[in-house]
């Protein structure tokens, strides 16, 4: 399908009112905030906290984590105003919480998650979804049956620039997509200090195996994600390696893990994620037989055409860029200035970030009863995929995808 012109520029307008979302809501809900309660305020719940501050729809009245020196900076962040808690269950008990942000380590998401909707609270909890199938299953009943909102953290689903690669995608820019590449490289343990040695397996829950599936679930699931979005698919397949090859440290997860799904329609998945060289960093790319679009970092959006594709319509009102001698289309949901040098990230300049933008709606969504866009049925393939992947790894066979598996009831 080619598009015209006059679409091009319908579709920026399009994006350039959804970019404006984030600011209509906030003021919506202006005069009637909603009081929130933070489970979990390491790493990834401080950036979630300091979202949630800085946002006119939310009041953040307290704070939860077992560790105080997590506790204590959570409670600076919110300028002493929130209450701390070492117990979930005594937060739990405050009757003038509405919704719950939970960020703990994975093992602890459903039973956490459940505990919260059956205390009438709306629950955003942090990706992968559950530490097993049968507990995102119990996560989505209980949800069901409460009555509460349930979302959860893949945050690719709230950045404006993987929504035009769909789009662009789904258009036909690429023509028909024959394999995807994704990765997450690093170079580095993946271990966080710790001050004291009876503290290890709580601050660095993700390198053991009764916490965390590793780079699986913490890393591939979220591109993995974006994977079955684009193609509005799930796998039929997949084989694996991996192994703790490097970092000889008592770690009980993979350090590198290399993967191969099969798709319908003979397209090919390869994912790859290693702790010892960064070169490439992480992002997704979608090859087609007209063309490619790459997304690198949570930011940038490349469109390559092939050379003997036709060009498009729009091509000419679009910004460019030179990467490595060829032309890229840089996808944008607004228009910027031209991009004047390789690996310039301009995708969500003078935007809010994803993370800010998924629990401003989350909060919509508390307000007005409204389905946030990755529910607990959105999340559950991206948990299935990972782990088949793992089952894959461990038997050293062709692990064979089971329909039922990918369904959340």
């Given at each position: 399908?080619?598009m015209t012109r006059r679409e091009f520029l319908k579709q920026s307008a399009?994006?350039?009112?959804?970019?404006?979302?984030?600011?209509?809501?906030?003021?919506?809900?202006?005069?009637?905030?909603?009081?929130?309660?933070?489970?979990?305020?390491?790493?990834?719940?401080?950036?979630?906290?300091?979202?949630?501050?800085?946002?006119?729809?939310?009041?953040?009245?307290?704070?939860?984590?077992?560790?105080?020196?997590?506790?204590?900076?959570?409670?600076?962040?919110?300028?002493f105003r929130a209450q701390g808690y070492s117990d979930y269950r005594a937060?739990?008990?405050?009757?003038?919480?509405e919704a719950v942000v939970i960020a703990t380590p994975l093992h602890l998401?459903?039973?956490?998650?459940?505990?919260?909707?059956?205390?009438?609270?709306?629950?955003?909890?942090?990706?992968?979804?559950?530490?097993?199938?049968?507990?995102?299953?119990?996560?989505?009943?209980?949800?069901?049956?409460?009555?509460?909102?349930?979302?959860?953290?893949?945050?690719?689903?709230?950045?404006?620039?993987?929504?035009?690669?769909?789009?662009?995608?789904?258009?036909?820019?690429?023509?028909?997509?024959?394999?995807?590449?994704?990765?997450?490289?690093?170079?580095?343990?993946?271990?966080?200090?710790?001050?004291?040695?009876?503290?290890?397996?709580?601050?660095?829950?993700?390198?053991?195996?009764?916490?965390?599936?590793?780079?699986?679930?913490?890393?591939?699931?979220?591109?993995?994600?974006?994977?079955?979005?684009?193609?509005?698919?799930?796998?039929?397949?997949?084989?694996?390696?991996?192994?703790?090859?490097?970092?000889?440290?008592?770690?009980?997860?993979?350090?590198?893990?290399?993967?191969?799904?099969?798709?319908?329609?003979?397209?090919?998945?390869?994912?790859?994620?290693?702790?010892?060289?960064?070169?490439?960093?992480?992002?997704?790319?979608?090859?087609?037989?007209?063309?490619?679009?790459?997304?690198?970092?949570?930011?940038?959006?490349?469109?390559?055409?092939?050379?003997?594709?036709?060009?498009?319509?729009?091509?000419?009102?679009?910004?460019?860029?030179?990467?490595?001698?060829?032309?890229?289309?840089?996808?944008?949901?607004?228009?910027?200035?031209?991009?004047?040098?390789?690996?310039?990230?301009?995708?969500?300049?003078?935007?809010?970030?994803?993370?800010?933008?998924?629990?401003?709606?989350?909060?919509?969504?508390?307000?007005?009863?409204?389905?946030?866009?990755?529910?607990?049925?959105?999340?559950?393939?991206?948990?299935?995929?990972?782990?088949?992947?793992?089952?894959?790894?461990?038997?050293?066979?062709?692990?064979?995808?089971?329909?039922?598996?990918?369904?959340?009831?």
């Amino acid at each position: 399908m080619r598009m015209t012109r006059r679409e091009f520029l319908k579709q920026s307008a399009v994006a350039a009112a959804a970019a404006s979302f984030s600011t209509l809501i906030a003021r919506a809900n202006q005069q009637e905030k909603v009081k929130v309660g933070v489970i979990g305020t390491g790493a990834q719940g401080q950036n979630l906290l300091r979202q949630l501050m800085s946002m006119p729809s939310a009041e953040v009245v307290a704070v939860c984590d077992i560790y105080a020196p997590n506790r204590i900076r959570a409670i600076e962040l919110t300028q002493f105003r929130a209450q701390g808690y070492s117990d979930y269950r005594a937060l739990l008990e405050r009757k003038d919480i509405e919704a719950v942000v939970i960020a703990t380590p994975l093992h602890l998401h459903a039973p956490m998650t459940i505990d919260t909707l059956q205390a009438g609270k709306h629950v955003f909890c942090e990706k992968a979804i559950a530490y097993s199938i049968d507990e995102a299953r119990q996560m989505a009943q209980t949800a069901q049956r409460t009555g509460k909102i349930l979302q959860i953290g893949h945050q690719r689903h709230y950045n404006d620039t993987y929504h035009q690669a769909y789009w662009l995608l789904k258009e036909g820019t690429i023509g028909k997509i024959t394999h995807v590449r994704v990765l997450w490289h690093r170079n580095n343990s993946w271990r966080r200090p710790v001050p004291d040695p009876k503290f290890e397996r709580l601050l660095n829950w993700r390198l053991y195996k009764d916490y965390s599936h590793g780079l699986l679930t913490e890393l591939a699931s979220h591109q993995l994600d974006v994977v079955n979005w684009f193609l509005g698919a799930l796998p039929i397949s997949v084989m694996g390696y991996g192994g703790i090859d490097y970092w000889k440290d008592g770690r009980e997860v993979y350090d590198n893990v290399e993967l191969i799904f099969n798709y319908p329609g003979g397209v090919r998945v390869m994912y790859t994620s290693i702790t010892t060289n960064a070169y490439d960093g992480y992002g997704e790319w979608f090859f087609g037989d007209k063309g490619t679009i790459v997304l690198t970092n949570e930011t940038s959006g490349l469109l390559f055409r092939e050379r003997n594709a036709e060009k498009l319509e729009w091509e000419d009102d679009a910004n460019t860029v030179q990467v490595d001698g060829r032309r890229a289309v840089v996808i944008e949901p607004t228009p910027t200035r031209r991009a004047p040098q390789r690996g310039e990230q301009l995708a969500q300049q003078g935007q809010r970030n994803a993370y800010y933008a998924q629990l401003e709606h989350f909060l919509h969504c508390v307000r007005t009863g409204e389905q946030p866009k990755c529910t607990a049925a959105d999340a559950m393939p991206a948990l299935t995929c990972v782990l088949g992947a793992k089952t894959a790894i461990e038997t050293g066979a062709v692990y064979e995808f089971k329909p039922d598996e990918f369904r959340i009831t």
